[in-house]
């Protein structure tokens, strides 16, 4: 499982999300509430960018008329045909055994680790003093 | 280096060459209103600043709530210059047709001038539509084919637009919508009908409309939900309509296509009409031949949104029923319930049926050499 050095924490504010391709697959990445999560950046239904659509919540209902909404900005819904996926798991919510999409982990690892290695990021220079957003695939 | 940051994920890795396709249902849309003054008469102008436009049916303007995603459509399908998704031509070459090899792309306008009560109103919006999908997308890209649109409620009207547009190369269809007034079968559309018999013109029936009825025969549904599956059921009656009333006998040479309303039904509702209509024949002697019948030689079918049922042998047996020859490939861009060409169709159909699904038989309907 190889590392990649994404941005500066600084550059990569909580709301936000990075676009980027490695190795060929479309990838991005959220900060939400300074939590970071990487999700392969195609729907498994017909192969829209599945991140470019809105972060909402789950709405779950036990009965008709109770409506519970939860995991607020942690559900992508996909800009084609609206299938919902968990940003945390990749879990699908229409049908979660037959359809998920792919999930990387990413976190925030220290300067001084990431100039060490073993990580790639020949695209942003890096600083040992900084914090750095890494994801691995 | 093997990693590449992105503004967006809008500059996808280009898609693979794929052969030629033909979309049945595009839908431009126009940035302002103003958009369409050139094409108006001033009398019209003034009218809409004073009056503005009512229709049969409410809220026609904006939709009653918002459908599944802005406008309507695909949240990557906004222009980059701004306005509304569909509104660019350039955008939609570059998102639509250069990458997906759309050789003919047919343009179904909605939001016209159709379902409106001042049928001098209509007229003139939907005259200056026509005008406008030359000017602005026809005209700039021969890729791109218009649909006629009518003030659909005024028959004589609608009629004498098409009949003016008949062989312009830019139209090749006359376009309805399934929700109307009364049910399309009936006398007040009937010069629609013969004016685009007259023109060798097919006429394309669009899921929704603005007839001022509820999306359902047992009133108006809560969900958008039901809206969507109600297209279907709007679509069953118009088409029965047409069968019953005795439009295709009258005009054996029309061509209808049913345009994003499926097609799975299709079977049991003509099995429905055929073994009802073995029982009743007496009351419409005028329909002289089983429903089934008419709607196999004169209905085709564009196939967005695709049926997808679990086993694809469900799939393939519809269409056996339909027919591989009735089928038009349709995106439905840019509305969000879009049909992606490389994944709609399951494998295993042989080259040829593939062919005229993508790609033949809307060149055989629409004329395009
Ligand atoms: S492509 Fe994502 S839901 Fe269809």
Known sequence: ?????????????????????????????????????????????????????????????????????????EIIRCPWHGWEFDIRTGQSYCDPRRFRVKAYP???????????????????????????????? | ???????????????????????????????????????????WQHHLEVYGVHAYQGMMEGPPYPKAQPNASRRDAYPPEGGPQGSSLSFMQKQLLDPNNVQLGVLNPLNTGQGIRNHELSAALCSAINDWQIDKWTSKDKRLKASIVVGNEDGLSAAAEIRERAGDKNFVQVLLLSRNVEPLGQRRYWPIYQAAEEAGLPV???????????????????????????H???????????VLEGVFERFPKLKMVMIEAGFGW????????????????????????????????????????????????DLFDVIKWIGWDRLLFATDYPHWDYDEP??????????????????GNAKKLYGIA
């Open chain 1, 1 to 73: 499982m190889a590392r990649h050095v994404i941005a500066a924490v600084d550059e990569f504010p909580p709301g936000t999300r990075k676009f980027l391709e490695i190795d060929g697959r479309p990838i991005a990445i959220f900060n939400i509430k300074g939590e970071y999560f990487g999700l392969m950046n195609r729907c498994p239904h017909q192969g829209a960018a599945l991140c470019e659509g809105p972060l909402i919540g789950l709405a779950q209902s036990k009965d008709p008329g109770e409506i519970e909404y939860t995991k607020l900005g």
């Open chain 1, 106 to 137: 990413a976190h925030v690892e220290p300067g001084a680790s990431v100039v060490k290695g073993p990580y790639v990021a020949e695209t942003i220079a890096v600083k040992v003093e900084s914090d750095y957003v890494v994801v691995e695939l």
């Open chain 2, 1 to 43: 280096m093997n990693i590449q940051f992105r503004e967006s994920s809008e500059a996808a890795s280009p898609l693979a060459v794929k052969a030629a396709i033909a979309d049945c249902d595009i839908h431009p849309a126009r940035a302002t209103r103003a958009e369409l003054y050139p094409y108006l008469a001033k009398r």
């Open chain 2, 204 to 230: 394309g029936v669009h899921a929704f409309g603005f007839g001022g009825n509820p999306i359902t025969p047992s009133g108006w549904p809560s969900y958008y939900i039901e809206e969507m599956v109600g």
């Open chain 2, 232 to 242: 279907s059921q709007c679509q069953q009656s118009a088409l029965a309509s047409l």
């Open chain 2, 266 to 313: 299709a079977p049991s509702l003509a099995w429905r009409l055929d073994k009802v209509w073995q029982r009743l024949r007496s009351e419409v002697p005028h329909v002289k031949r089983p429903p089934s019948e008419y709607i196999r030689e004169q209905v085709w079918w564009t196939t967005q949104p695709m049926e997808d049922p679990e086993r694809r042998e």
């Open chain 2, 342 to 359: 490389s994944r709609v169709l399951p494998a295993g159909v042989n080259d040829d049926d593939r062919e005229a699904f993508y790609l």
